[in-house]
């Protein structure tokens, strides 16, 4: 039984996330090493110190290759970043034959990705998103078809040259070898989002530390793909401002807001049900501000401190809203809409914020959800929640292939023509 193994790595703001794969055919992949370790040298997603940045990937990497008891050679790795874009654009050809071949379809896509980019961009993913055969459209398997003229629409995301090329020289200065890049909205896509949601339309925000990648899909295909440069961490430096803490306590709240109101909320209930009838009706009649109002840091292990409930929530709910609108106003000038039928789903570390997922569907007016990651299996506790759907998704994206930016090869492994194969047929819905 063929046997290989798969290594993604999550370049985030907050944390460099590796996991290492076992992959059988047949089979599901099973994770056998995972590491999370503190992000450095990562800014908004980007690179911003080669030498930070080469040894948290380091870090990471030796944890989860000594967890599965194996060293790699080859990586996959995220990419992200404000200036990430995307396009779509048409391939069109004449038919070599009197059926459609793989080199027929290859040539439209190659047709498609012809087109005028500034010098500094370069494609990281040309995504087929339908075929046309001599006008028929929705066609998403073209080969053996019949027809004389054969048109692919694609989607083509980009991304500055500088991006990817400090990524690749902070992996390569650990011997490892750059196997594949990946964009963060697209691998979580593939990580969380179910086919009949993709078919009726959906949005997915990809709320990490530093950035929110917005990832839109239509009739079963990606349409739309960018990225704004906000995330958790503005959340952590309004409550470091509003509450007057430190970063690190900050961070600390965000994370545990949910248990500060619970733990409160159980705290009330049982002092009420120890007073009195007369005491607790003197309390509730009392014009001073109840109790109840106020959270106790000291349970987070941050002394003498009590903020207002109601000054936290606001200051969550203010950014996070400034999120959504920015959200809003990115994809409405690309002349799409973020509001689809099947409604927006949350994902990311950031996305596990109190009643986020109720703040977004009063914002957007539609149904909205955290997504999970699933697909993978072994050892998944660690990577389970919403801020692994990145990594979990390089993994398969690698099992169904892309296309190359150098036109020569189908990423993810495997002969040209057997993975272009696979590749269209995974279209398939």
């Known amino acids: 039984m063929a046997h290989k193994t798969i290594t993604s790595i999550d370049v985030g703001s907050s944390k460099i996330t590796t996991i290492i794969s076992s992959i059988e055919d ?4 099973s994770v056998i ?27 990471s990497v030796m944890a989860a290759e000594r ?34 071949t793989i080199d027929d379809t290859f040539r439209a896509i190659e047709n498609a990705r012809t087109l005028s980019l500034p010098d500094n961009l370069n494609p990281i993913h040309i995504i087929p998103r339908e075929f046309v055969v001599d006008n028929q459209g929705g066609i ?5 078809m019949s027809g004389s003229r054969l048109e692919v629409e694609t989607h083509i995301i980009t991304a500055p040259n500088s991006y990817w090329q400090n990524i ?7 011997g490892l070898n750059v196997a594949d890049v990946v964009f963060t909205g697209w691998a979580s896509s593939l990580a969380v989002l179910t086919d009949t949601e993709k078919e009726l339309g959906v949005t997915l925000l990809d709320i990490g530390a530093g950035t929110t990648s917005i990832t839109i899909f239509e009739e079963g295909a990606i349409i739309y793909s960018s990225v704004i440069p906000l995330g958790g961490v503005n959340i952590t430096s ?16 965000k994370v545990n807001v949910g248990d500060l109101f619970e733990n409160k909320k159980k705290a009330e209930r049982t002092d009420s049900d120890s007073t009195p009838a007369l005491l607790r009706k003197i309390e509730e009649e009392s014009p001073k501000k109840s109790k109840g109002d106020e959270v106790d840091l000291a349970l987070l292990n941050i002394p003498s401190k009590k903020v207002s409930k109601e000054m936290l929530n606001s200051i969550i709910e203010a950014r996070c809203e400034e999120i959504f609108e920015m959200a809003i106003d990115n994809v409405k000038k690309a002349g799409f809409k973020i509001a689809m039928p099947a409604g927006i789903v949350l994902t990311g570390g950031s996305s596990l ?4 997922s109720k703040s977004a569907q009063e914002v957007f007016g539609v149904a909205s959800r955290v997504g999970y990651p699933s697909g993978l299996g072994g050892m998944i506790e660690e990577i389970s929640d919403p801020s692994f759907s990145c990594v979990q998704g390089i993994i398969k994206h690698e099992l169904e292939g892309d296309i190359d930016s150098d036109s020569t090869t189908i990423k993810g492994g495997g002969s040209f023509f057997k993975k272009i194969v696979e590749w269209l047929k995974s279209l398939l819905p």
């Open 67 to 100: 967890m599965a008891g194996i060293t790699v050679s080859d990586v996959c790795v995220s990419i992200n970043g404000e200036l990430v874009t995307s396009l779509n654009n048409k391939g069109v050809i004449a038919v070599s034959g009197s059926e459609i």
């Open 353 to 356: 914020l109190k009643d986020l």
């Open 168 to 174: 690749k020289k902070c992996v390569e200065q650990l």
């Open 26 to 29: 047949g089979q599901s992949p």
């Open 33 to 59: 090493g995972v590491c999370s370790y503190p992000s450095k040298g990562i800014k908004k997603g980007v690179v911003v110190n080669i030498d930070d940045a080469t040894n948290a990937i380091s870090e």
């Open 140 to 144: 998403k398997y073209p080969i053996g």
């Open 238 to 253: 309004d409550i470091a401002i509003g509450l007057q803490v430190s970063l690190e306590d900050a961070e600390k709240i």
